[in-house]
């Protein structure tokens, strides 16, 4: 089969490669379209940050070279031997947060907390390929009237979904999103439909804050207007601030905007740190939670259902769609000029 597969930091590679065997929980996935993360781009310009090198990874017992990519959606084309999973013909989104099973995180359904934790296009072959070899339980079914080319947005919305999930009460919450790339897009819409009464995202782009607005009930900002907009909130102010951009100092900046007593949820990473004030967190009784790694039985369903049934405007945050061989010439280059009006770029593999 032809496949993205990572040598090193900015070699990345069309070529055909054999598709290993697979084990008796796993089922074979034609790929129809493979989303590009933010992960997957970093890893060309400054990897390896999580892509294991020289050393097989415990679980997957991978290294490089190997194949990017983990925002797939396909067709299961072998089911798995030990009949778990979809059958042959049905047409998923498949997990891609595999633990090892036993430790006390997976033990407890929190694989993605796994201190071995596999992620297919990190430590294990992923989708930018033509097929993709996946623990076949985990694989979430697409529902009839779903277009594929859509579904593919599964992934990061069940990322959006999970960092709507850790609101400890959303029902009412005003609420601010810092980034308007296609997680924090998501996650905006998402806050809504859990039931926030007001949810703004922040973004300096026009073109980001443009789309936010037209695709859902999302009012947006510039980050020079944020703190006049909070100024003029009735008490209590914002209850909840999710940041996704990533970028330096916004998480500083979640902090000092939300209410005392508030909840920041940090999504956004990055390769560096940042100081945080100590007394706004500790005398102003200030929460700062994590949230990365969704559960295929709980956020993925729930965003393929959302996608499913229009509560989410997801379709247009696909602002490219090129084939596997373009992704080399066209897409990483694209994405890598960072222009604001390029969101989601989708890879057609099968």
């Not at 005392?260 to 005398?283: K, Q």
Request: glycine share 10%; with cysteine.
């Amino acid at each position: 089969m032809i496949a993205a597969r990572w040598h090193a930091r900015g070699d990345i590679r069309i070529e055909e490669v054999a598709l290993r065997e697979p084990r008796a929980d796993e089922a074979v996935i034609r790929v129809h379209w493979c989303g590009i993360c933010g992960t997957d781009l970093e890893e060309y310009r400054a990897g390896p940050l999580t892509i294991p090198v020289g050393v097989p990874h415990p679980q997957s017992g991978r290294m490089a070279p190997l194949t990017l990519g983990h925002e797939v959606v396909g067709e299961v084309v072998r089911a798995a031997a030990d009949g778990s999973g979809p059958r042959v013909g049905t047409l998923v989104a498949p997990d891609v947060v595999n633990g090892c099973g036993s430790c006390w995180w997976c033990v407890r359904h929190q694989e993605g907390l796994c201190p071995q934790v596999s992620v297919p296009g990190q430590q294990d072959d992923g989708g930018l390929a033509e097929f993709m070899i996946t623990r076949a339980r985990t694989c979430v079914p697409i529902p009839d009237g779903l277009p594929l080319e859509t579904a593919v947005l599964a992934e990061p919305t069940a990322v959006a979904v999970r960092a709507v999930r850790k609101i400890p009460d959303v029902f009412g919450a005003t609420v601010v999103v810092i980034g308007g790339g296609t997680v924090g897009q998501l996650t905006a819409q998402a806050a809504l439909v859990a039931g926030a009464r007001q949810c703004w995202l922040v973004d300096p782009s026009p073109y980001r804050r443009r789309v936010a607005e037209s695709l859902s009930a999302v009012r947006a900002c510039a980050p020079d207007d944020l703190d006049a907009l909070v100024a003029d909130l009735p008490e209590p102010g914002v209850d909840v601030v999710i940041e996704c951009s990533g970028a330096a100092g916004q998480l500083a900046r979640a902090v000092g905007i939300v209410r005392r007593g508030g909840t920041v949820i940090a999504v956004g990473l990055r390769n560096s740190d940042e100081p945080l004030s100590i007394a706004d967190l500790v005398l102003a009784e200030r929460s700062v939670i994590g949230s990365a790694a969704h559960l295929w039985d709980v956020d993925v369903r729930q965003a393929v259902d959302l996608l499913a049934t229009g509560r989410l405007a997801a379709k247009e945050l696909i602002t490219h769609r090129l084939p596997l061989e373009a992704l080399v010439s066209t897409a990483l280059p694209l994405l890598s000029a960072g222009a604001d009006d390029v969101l989601k770029v989708a890879i057609r593999c099968g």
